[in-house]
């Protein structure tokens, strides 16, 4: 029974997901602008680089999903390197489900930032795409704003950066919001925890009327190496 039920749960908030996704990229494209500065963490250190990497994550309503950092190339722009990354979100209907599971996207990183490109992933939570996740200098209070088409801004900003304890990794945790009719207060709130050498090791956003959803890093991987229990990180504000 409670297989089942999560099934269902599960289920509905891949439906969720998608509706939320065409929804809320009808309103928003971010046109990243960039400005160089100098001081603060590179927003590259805060992704693995190494290929073969593996990220498991577990969350919400029996949510789980897997990616390995397959490839590490120069950009199309001098100096840009970008990260490309294919998974799965786990389908615990055992193939009975007409969603599409996989995961296919990279990150941009330049100078000064670093830009998530989804490029695969109809149940994949990240709904702003693309989305600058980072911009130099990582530090508490440092904010960017790209304007929304049909008016209003998508705001994002640094809440908090540190070093967690438990594995002395420095962390950043930002905050994006956007215009989004029938969520809660009309925004959606999106929040994510970055870790240096391990990328995102904690998620959160509403993707409906009191519907929050989270996932986590659960274990990751180096190339040749079993996976490893993630630390838990420091929590959300």
Partial sequence: MGTQRGMRIFGLLCVIIAVAALAIAG??????RFRADSEGADPASFFPSQPGFVWIYDGFAEYSHR????EVTPGPRRGETVHKITGEVEDPSGGESPHDFRIELEYVFSRDSATERVIRGDVFPHLLRPLVVLRHPIETGRSWSVDAPGGGKIEAGILEVGVDPEDERRFCIVRYTAPAPGLPGGRYVET???KQGLGITRFEN??????????????????????????SGPPHP
Avoid: K
Wanted: hydrophobic content about 40%.
């Fill in 27 to 32: 309103r928003i494209r971010l046109a990243p």
């Fill in 206 to 231: 509403t993707i409906a009327p009191e519907v929050d959803f989270n996932y986590f890093l659960a274990y990751y991987s180096l190339p040749g190496r079993s996976p490893a229990p993630a630390p």
């Fill in 192 to 194: 994510r925890t970055f």
């Fill in 67 to 70: 990616m390995t950092l397959n």
